[in-house]
């Protein structure tokens, strides 16, 4: 072999090599523009590698269509969250509808603390898996959504629906006109970061802090958040007081019943019982007797209006 | 069982209370303005003619204990009220805990006090004690702060109204220490195995009430109202003390000094004591 013929075998295989890599290059970066922008959209959502356990398979091809929605010709795994998170991991991800925009987006990072952390998607969004465009053509994915709590929770789920706040049938057994007004499991509990509770004192006391924003907002009870108000109950816990009962400590928690039901633990002939005033930490020496302070729990401001000297002060001042 | 409204009857109460106080304040403003033109003011505020008194520094021990006694029962009203009326984020267990510590100090304090007026070397108690003659000063004391008259009747120490005064404060103090300590309704009491709500109401306000934890409602009532008893008698005290002798009260407090040679701070109109019996 002399050195001439070797250099020229060289040279045929170093311009191959370059060609191939060139070639190589190319292509993948012909690949890498047509995923771009939903990545990039993605990648806004920084931490969101710490719960991604599958990536898209497929890449992901977003098209409008002239029908006012979106078609998308791809099939994402469900599996797990990271099919999803491509899109709802952009915290720019929102639907306007009318005047208002919606954020559909998942802050992953609190998903990964919350207590549904290893739940995936799916296993709530029970109706979402490899259908696309979803939240189009009437789908109440809300209400899905929410209702698939009880497939892993049925005692509570069972526990809800014996309560006021589930939706009970006309007597000619149509369905309740009042059930689009009646909280299901997520309007309390919250969605995504759903609070860890078990062997969790700090999430305890989270979730006890916000019993305005459970009971109290408004549409739901925030006339009862206001009047709840009396000196050692209500205006102690509206002040941090740990040892001030919240809305469910007396009312109850899942079977949430109006106090005018014989079994709700705020009626008058059950205010002594160990699930109402005797609750242990509360007045364990409680009796009926205790039924007198009741009207003032939630009754403080319309007592103190209907009081002479208040009267009295208002027509002095001119107030009334 | 009572029929009154629980919730009626605490509303109430403070509204009474709030407009009573205000009320206090404005018959202050009213006095003390009347204190000009009945010649007061200018007698003590310009003139320096104070109260004579009948003996030099008090001693320094009664002192003491009344700084105690006044620092603590500030201290029990401004927790007490604090945990009626939550006012200060992050609830009411320090509150309580310090309200317990001032408790007990109060209670050790008037102890002491008693101690002091019963069995020390210079037991005071008769200083305290309201007799025939100061009964019968009482019409001329009660004028004379209202103005119906301008000389005071000199029977004592102190006047027939501050001795009732004080003895209230002492008898106000033994029944508010025992409704606050029949609040307690979660700590049993080690060996005994009862609470205190269940030793002090158990037995008698309970049944009446419909059980303990009622009973302890009715007692928290009671126990606020003392409380503002205590606060309107302390403010008529201290506006008293102000304006009808501002030196000695300095002095009380370790300001200012006690003019002896003058047998107090010049020379106040007083009347000779009535002949006892």
């Known amino acids: 072999m002399s050195p001439v013929r070797i250099e020229r075998r060289v040279l045929v295989a170093g ?103 290893t739940v995936v998607c799916t296993g709530c969004h029970t109706d979402y898996g490899y259908k696309a465009p979803h939240g189009q053509g009437g789908q109440d994915w809300r209400a899905v959504a929410k209702q698939s709590c ?21 007597a000619d057994k149509k369905p309740d006109p009042k059930a689009a007004s009646k909280p299901l499991c997520g309007d309390c509990h919250g969605g995504h970061n759903m609070v860890v509770l078990k062997n969790n004192p700090a999430g305890q006391a989270e979730v006890r802090a916000q019993a305005q924003q459970m009971c109290g907002r408004q549409g739901c009870h925030a006339d009862y958040w206001a009047n709840y108000n009396d000196y050692y109950h209500g205006a102690a816990y509206k002040t941090g007081a740990a040892d001030a009962p919240t809305c469910w400590t007396c009312h109850g928690t899942h079977t949430v019943l109006k106090s005018s039901d014989r079994f709700s633990p705020t009626n008058a002939a059950n205010l002594g019982a160990a699930n109402s005033c005797g609750t242990p930490g509360c007045h364990t020496d409680s009796a009926p007797g205790l039924a007198a302070y009741a009207p003032l729990i939630h009754g403080r401001a319309t007592i103190s209006a209907k009081n002479p000297v208040v009267r009295l002060l208002d027509f002095v001042l001119g107030r009334k | ?59 320094a021990l009664p002192k003491y204990i009344h700084f ?80 119906f008259s301008n000389s005071k009747p000199h029977t004592d120490k102190y006047n027939v109204m501050q001795k009732g005064t004080y003895l209230l404060f002492a008898l106000l103090m033994a029944v508010q220490a025992l409704c606050g300590l029949a609040l307690l309704e979660f700590w049993k009491i080690p060996y005994i195995g009862l609470t205190f709500s269940q030793i002090l109401l158990g037995w008698w306000l309970a049944p009446m009430v419909g059980g303990v934890a009622m ?63």
Request: charged letters at 15%.
């Open chain 1, 15 to 117: 311009i191959l090599l370059v060609v191939t890599i060139v070639v190589v290059a190319l292509t993948t970066a012909v690949a890498g523009a047509e995923v771009k922008p939903v990545l990039t959209a993605s990648t806004v959502s920084t931490a969101t590698a710490a719960v991604t356990t599958i990536t898209p398979s497929i890449a992901a091809t977003a098209v409008p269509s002239g029908s006012g929605g979106y078609a998308m010709d791809f099939t994402l795994p469900t599996f797990g969250k990271s099919g999803c998170m491509v899109c709802h991991g952009d915290p720019n991800l929102v639907v306007s509808q009318g005047d208002a925009t919606h954020s559909f987006w998942v802050d992953e990072v609190a998903y990964s603390h919350s207590a549904h952390a």
């Open chain 1, 150 to 170: 009880k497939n892993c929770h049925p005692n509570e789920f069972r526990d809800w629906s014996l309560g006021a706040h589930a939706p009970v049938p006309t």
């Open chain 2, 215 to 277: 009973a302890v409602a009715w007692m928290r009532t009671l126990h606020y109202s003392i409380t503002w008893i205590f606060i309107i008698v302390v403010t008529v005290h201290m506006y008293l003390s102000a304006t009808e002798d501002i030196p000695v009260t300095l002095d009380f407090f370790g300001f200012g000094s006690h003019d002896d040679a003058e047998g107090g701070h010049g020379h106040a109109t007083v009347v000779a004591p009535a002949e006892e019996g």
């Open chain 2, 1 to 59: 069982m009572f029929s009154i409204s629980y919730g009626d009857v605490n509303v109430m109460l403070d509204y009474v209370f709030m407009a009573l106080y205000v009320v206090v304040l404005a018959v202050f403003a009213f006095h003390f303005f009347m204190s000009i033109p009945m010649g007061r003011f200018r007698k003590k505020w310009i003139e320096g003619k104070w109260p004579e008194h009948d003996e030099p520094h008090p001693p």
């Open chain 2, 68 to 147: 105690q006694h006044l620092v603590m029962m500030f201290v029990l009203g401004f927790t007490g009220l604090a945990i009626r009326f939550p006012f200060i984020q992050g609830g009411r267990t320090t509150l309580r805990y310090v309200h317990y510590v001032a408790m007990v100090i109060v209670i050790a304090t008037f102890i002491w006090r008693l101690w002091y007026a019963f069995a020390s070397k210079r037991r005071d108690w008769r200083a305290f004690a309201i007799t025939k003659r100061d009964a019968k000063s009482l019409i001329g004391v009660a004028a004379y702060y209202s103005f």
